[in-house]
């Protein structure tokens, strides 16, 4: 099996970490400004950069659960629009069959 990570280096807060990985260095650098784009909202780049971080990864947590749950949501009422077209269907369906079985 060939090992297709390579070293890719990124800037967050001002500090450089270095990542062994497959995936692409656009993708990492991507994300790389997502959270560096978080600490810049905060307003704290002097404070140390666990601390930016923590507060970051608490961010995205926060709005990992808010999207969790517009998701499941959204697929509640997927199912529910679903299972009444079902059911709009299943009703015209039968109207049908009984016209064309009285007409017989």
Known sequence: MANDKRPVTVEIGGVRYRFTTDASEEHLRRLAGHVDA??????????????????????????????????????????????????TIDHALAAEARILQDEA
């Open 38 to 87: 978080r600490i810049d909202k905060l307003g704290a780049r002097g404070a140390p950069p666990a601390q930016l971080l923590a507060v970051v990864a608490l961010g995205l947590a926060e709005d990992l659960e808010v999207a969790e749950r517009r998701r499941e949501a959204l697929e509640e009422r997927v199912d529910g629009v679903l299972r009444e077209a079902v059911g």
